[in-house]
């Protein structure tokens, strides 16, 4: 069965530093989501993605983060310069519309600590 | 706005009795509602979901749960526990043109021997 994958499954960085998350959603979907969740906190939406560019954001994805579809493949989330609040378990997701029933099929998560 | 309320953080079972996870959303529109469930170390896999189809909602490994208008409820329930369900289990509705996913809190169930 078809899955996403992301990659590293940790990252560990020092506050200001740039960090890659790396996704690889699956192959025939065309909507590409970020989410995180903030150590007991809710899983919160960051971006979507279609078509090359950004669909929706929410008021967390601001000019640090950014979002890139490299390659066919990968799909990627960027943090310019990391904060000590960035550490979270960073989610990515993929669906093949973005109708309101869709399902959203995620990865397992990369979790990032900022030192 | 839209919202979704888990109403235990922690539930904890026996082998072999029934699960109850409860779920109460707020929306200004016909929701879409969707039951989730991660396992340690593991992607957030859909259990099942609710799109304005029949109310009560049949998933995977024996979950259903029920649409209830009435009541802004879609409560996750199981009739007989096994210990491979111990997980977090999370409450979902979909924004209002699709897209975005919102998270309740999340519930972890627990299930004892």
């Known amino acids: 069965e078809p899955e996403v994958t992301q990659t590293p499954s940790h990252q560990v960085t020092q506050m200001g530093q740039e960090v890659i998350l790396r996704c690889v959603p699956i192959?025939?979907?065309?909507?590409f989501y970020w989410y995180r969740q903030i150590l007991g906190q809710k899983v919160e939406f960051l971006v979507s993605?279609?078509?090359?560019?950004?669909?929706?954001k929410s008021e967390i994805f601001d000019d640090q983060f950014s979002v890139e579809r490299p390659d066919g493949s990968n799909f990627t989330l960027k943090i310019r310069s990391t904060k000590l609040e960035d550490s979270a378990m960073y989610f990515c997701?993929?669906?093949?519309?973005?109708?309101?029933?869709?399902?959203?099929?995620f990865g397992p998560g990369t979790r990032l600590l900022v030192l | 706005a839209q919202s979704v309320t888990q109403l235990d953080s922690h539930v904890s079972v026996s082998e072999g009795t029934p699960v109850l996870l409860r779920c109460n959303y707020s929306?200004?529109?016909?929701?879409?509602l969707f039951w989730y469930v991660q396992h340690p170390n593991k992607g957030l896999q859909l259990l099942l979901k609710?799109?304005?189809?029949?109310?009560l909602v049949k998933g995977i490994n024996g979950f259903e749960a029920e649409f209830k208008k009435s009541e802004t409820s879609f409560h996750l329930t199981k009739p007989s526990a096994h210990m491979s369900d111990a997980a977090e289990y999370f409450c979902?509705?979909?924004?209002?043109?699709?897209?975005?996913?919102?998270f309740g809190q999340g519930t972890e169930l627990s299930v004892k021997p």
């Open positions: 997701a993929s669906s093949g519309n973005r109708d309101s029933g869709e399902t959203q099929y």
């Open positions: 609710y799109t304005s189809a029949a109310t």
């Open positions: 979902v509705v979909s924004g209002w043109q699709g897209g975005k996913l919102i």
């Open positions: 993605f279609y078509n090359n560019e950004i669909s929706e």
């Open positions: 929306s200004s529109y016909s929701p879409s």
């Open positions: 192959s025939n979907h065309l909507y």
